[in-house]
């Protein structure tokens, strides 16, 4: 029998090795200077015009509808939100490199690849605002969204679970043979849990198809990336794994769509996990519950603002003539007026009936569930001042 401990054959030292950190040098793959022009040395991808194109504007997209967002927030609209401001090329750019069948397990930062796949600014309204015409039915934070028809499996606010769901949901579809891999999303401070360890491990052992893509943009709400960590990243542990890694400019359109098209193929391919490590920065803050200005300078800010995903794409495209910069501001301003008109109307829209509270999970509600919800209703009935906008929905 085949001798399967690979430990067997690890090469022995009579003297004692010690390795340190800088031993391996991890490089990152960038394609794109900030200005738009290639890097030395550097070729296009092997991507059409006509996606570029669609990149690019689903990132704008992504920057307007989080501002706008933002401000329905502070006007008390909706409740939530988080923004992907600088980080639009990490998901957009990755999303286009995969089949619009692949799953997607999210954080909460990835509407862009959502939007990539055709998710309306109605869609995204309804989850919002926890409407009647909400999927998840109003029982989610804003932000959390799912699509079945966009094979985007819904977000869960605990960090790091959604990694060895990914794992598993990647294993699932090797033992399937239906071509098809699992892209998961995370941030460098979800890769402290417990999840990420265990859901790499998982990947690597059985082999499966899974990219587990980290976002590295250097915090973790208000902790900084050196007080997380000592390591070199998130990209030397997937080596310590054994998976294969990837790092890359997240700030480049290219690069990313690039790594992530080579990981896809090593995915499919080899029934193999890889792991991106994507270098990005946030210059937004972690959410509308976050003050950035308690941890972190307006200089640091600024010399990440030079690096802005879009501006560096978009002056590819403006000097490659597949981009006309004034009818660019015009169709941003028609996807401001879209965004707002859309909130206007979907605000509007009413909540989920009442009954939805306690569906979906058993068959028929058990009597305490409708006992306590028969007790909700009387209570609000008795102070209907105190509830708004549920006439009619109880």
């Known amino acids: 029998m ?41 070729k296009k991808p092997d991507v059409d015009d006509d996606t570029l194109v669609k990149i690019y504007k689903t990132m704008r997209y992504i920057r307007i509808l989080d501002e706008r967002m933002i401000a329905a927030q502070r006007q008390g609209r909706i409740s939530f939100y988080l923004a992907s401001t600088g980080e639009e090329a990490a998901s957009v750019a990755s999303a286009a490199a995969l089949d619009n069948k692949d799953m997607i397990f999210s954080q909460y930062r990835e509407q862009g690849a959502l939007a990539y796949r055709g998710y309306t600014t109605e869609a995204f309204m309804n989850q919002m605002f926890s409407n009647e015409k909400d999927p998840n039915k109003g029982r989610q934070m804003p932000i959390h969204y799912g699509s079945k028809e966009h094979a985007f499996m819904t977000i869960s606010s605990p960090l790091g679970t959604q990694i060895p769901q990914a794992a598993g949901y990647a294993y699932g579809q090797k033992m399937q043979k239906e071509g098809k891999i699992t892209i998961c999303y995370f941030g460098e401070g979800a890769a402290s849990e417990g999840d990420f360890h265990a859901g790499l491990n998982m990947a690597a052992v059985l082999n499966c198809p899974c990219i587990f893509f980290c976002r590295n943009n250097g915090y973790a709400i208000s902790t900084p990336a ?59 803050a972690h959410s509308t519950s976050d003050d950035p200005t308690g941890y972190r300078s307006k200089d640091e800010e600024e010399r990440w603002r030079q690096k802005d995903p879009i501006q560096r794409l978009g002056k590819y495209l403006s000097a490659k003539k597949l981009l006309d910069e004034e009818q660019d501001e015009k169709d941003a301003e028609q996807m401001r007026q879209t965004v707002l008109a859309e909130l206007k109307k979907v605000e509007k829209t009413d909540v989920c009936h009442i009954d939805e ?8 509600a058990p009597w305490h569930l409708q006992e306590q919800l028969d007790e909700l209703k009387a209570h609000m009935k008795k102070y209907p001042d105190a509830y708004p906008n549920t006439s009619g929905r109880l």
């Not at 085949?2 to 394609?31: C, F, W, Y």
């Not at 054994?242 to 029934?271: C, M, P």
């Not at 509270?357 to 028929?364: E, F, Q």
């Open 2 to 42: 085949k001798d399967r401990n690979h430990l067997a054959d690890i090469k022995s030292s009579h003297k004692v090795s010690i390795i340190e950190k800088g031993t391996v040098d991890i490089p990152m793959l960038q394609l794109l200077n900030a200005d738009g022009t290639l890097v030395k040395g550097a």
């Open 226 to 284: 050196d007080e997380q960590f000592a390591g070199d990243g998130i990209a030397s542990r997937g080596l310590g794994y054994g998976v294969k890694t990837i790092r890359v400019d997240g700030n480049d359109a290219f690069a990313v769509y690039a790594a992530t098209k080579k990981a896809r193929e090593i995915a499919l391919e080899e029934n193999a996990p890889v792991l991106i490590e994507a270098m990005s920065y946030r210059l937004a």
């Open 357 to 364: 509270l306690i569906t979906d999970v058993y068959d028929k």
